[in-house]
């Protein structure tokens, strides 16, 4: 199930091993808390952490052992593992029994920030598990319009869709941007206007702005948006290298067959990261990324033989990419 489904199923009542798996620290930290809130009693009693990067072959008896022991005084003694990779030998041999006949008076919950190699827990039926992967703007726009709700602040979707999209739908960023933002209207009408003025936006985000002004040949916005980056940086060869890296991937992503999950593997990028990236990577056009990757890359390269200085070499890139008529 998604994160978003979470709050729901535990009113149904608690399930027996709860795999908490995602690259979203945030749901993964505010999964944990919401199970450890409905079913956990008298913590310093009942509750046990445990590394699974020390749970290796017989080491995994001791995880057993923890869920097969009662209760003190309550209904539940619950178990986190942080980290939970076995191989199949070593779930067939130590776990598979316990967790198929997991007692009732106990509740596990993994917390695991990625899929590794061994077997595959979230497909085991007797685990539930919890999606806690970077949501996509349209769910992160959704959490971020309910919870100004609640807190009586009145949001539209464009205010906090562009919450969403200026921190990159990574929730840990975005759960502290609407805090501040509730903090700071206490009540009343969020505006785009507030948003653009308060929340911080991505540097991978600006970089993210200056391509697609390229696209639309918007020297202005470029420039705006290229300065900020140097004053907040100070260092002109960052914001040239952030380029490089951002119209390399743009064309890999362009000129690769494979599908948007495997090239985030491949590219260590979010999935959304790489839908939206190949959107703007059609908008611009292979021939033009190239052109775009050669320039960018001939200027480092004079920067780091001391032929320029960062800053003309800067402003090299910045004419050969708007005014040369062979990058269009």
């Given at each position: 199930?998604?994160?978003?489904?979470?709050?729901?199923?535990?009113?149904?009542?608690?399930?027996?091993?709860?795999?908490?798996?995602?690259?979203?620290?945030?749901?993964?930290?505010?999964?944990?808390?919401?199970?450890?809130?409905?079913?956990?009693?008298?913590?310093?009693?009942?509750?046990?952490?445990?590394?699974?990067?020390?749970?290796?072959?017989?080491a995994l008896t001791s995880l057993t052992s923890a869920i097969e022991s009662y209760p003190?005084?309550?209904?539940?003694?619950?178990?986190?593992?942080?980290?939970?990779?076995?191989?199949?030998?070593?779930?067939?041999?130590?776990?598979?029994?316990?967790?198929?006949?997991?007692?009732?008076?106990?509740?596990?919950?993994?917390?695991?920030?990625?899929?590794?190699?061994?077997?595959?827990?979230?497909?085991?039926?007797?685990?539930?598990?919890?999606?806690?992967?970077?949501?996509?703007?349209?769910?992160?726009?959704k959490w971020a319009y309910l919870t100004f709700k609640n807190a009586n602040v009145s949001a539209s979707?464009?205010?906090?869709?562009?919450?969403?999209?200026?921190?990159?739908?990574?929730?840990?960023?975005?759960?502290?941007?609407?805090?501040?933002?509730?903090?700071?209207?206490?009540?009343?009408?969020?505006?785009?206007?507030?948003?653009?003025?308060?929340?911080?936006?991505?540097?991978?985000?600006?970089?993210?702005?200056?391509?697609?002004?390229?696209?639309?040949?918007?020297?202005?916005?470029?420039?705006?948006?290229?300065?900020?980056?140097?004053?907040?940086?100070?260092?002109?060869?960052?914001?040239?290298?952030?380029?490089?890296?951002?119209?390399?991937?743009?064309?890999?992503?362009?000129?690769?067959?494979?599908?948007?999950?495997?090239?985030?593997?491949?590219?260590?990028?979010?999935?959304?990261?790489?839908?939206?990236?190949?959107?703007?990577?059609?908008?611009?056009?292979?021939?033009?990324?190239?052109?775009?990757?050669?320039?960018?890359?001939?200027?480092?390269?004079?920067?780091?033989?001391?032929?320029?200085?960062?800053?003309?070499?800067?402003?090299?890139?910045?004419?050969?990419?708007?005014?040369?008529?062979?990058?269009?």
């Open positions: 199930m998604k994160f978003t489904d979470l709050k729901n199923d535990i009113k149904q009542g608690a399930r027996a091993i709860y795999l908490l798996e995602g690259d979203d620290a945030y749901f993964r930290m505010k999964g944990e808390e919401m199970i450890k809130s409905a079913f956990l009693q008298m913590p310093e009693l009942n509750f046990s952490t445990f590394d699974g990067a020390t749970l290796k072959g017989s003190f005084m309550a209904e539940k003694r619950v178990i986190k593992v942080i980290g939970l990779y076995p191989t199949e030998s070593e779930y067939e041999n130590y776990l598979k029994n316990t967790f198929e006949k997991f007692p009732s008076t106990s509740l596990l919950i993994i917390v695991n920030s990625e899929g590794k190699k061994g077997v595959d827990l979230k497909r085991k039926q007797c685990i539930s598990y919890i999606d806690c992967n970077r949501a996509d703007e349209e769910t992160v726009t979707a464009d205010a906090c869709a562009a919450i969403a999209r200026y921190c990159l739908c990574n929730m840990s960023r975005v759960a502290l941007e609407v805090e501040k933002l509730i903090d700071f209207k206490a009540g009343g009408e969020l505006t785009r206007a507030d948003v653009d003025e308060f929340v911080y936006k991505d540097a991978d985000y600006r970089i993210y702005e200056m391509t697609n002004a390229v696209a639309r040949r918007d020297f202005d916005t470029f420039c705006t948006i290229e300065s900020e980056l140097v004053v907040k940086g100070g260092d002109e060869t960052a914001v040239l290298s952030g380029l490089f890296s951002y119209f390399k991937n743009l064309l890999t992503i362009l000129s690769s067959k494979e599908s948007d999950a495997e090239l985030s593997k491949l590219l260590k990028m979010k999935e959304y990261g790489v839908k939206k990236s190949r959107e703007q990577a059609r908008a611009i056009g292979e021939q033009a990324l190239k052109n775009y990757l050669t320039c960018v890359y001939d200027a480092l390269s004079k920067i780091k033989s001391g032929l320029t200085t960062p800053q003309s070499a800067l402003q090299t890139v910045n004419a050969t990419l708007f005014f040369s008529t062979q990058q269009k």
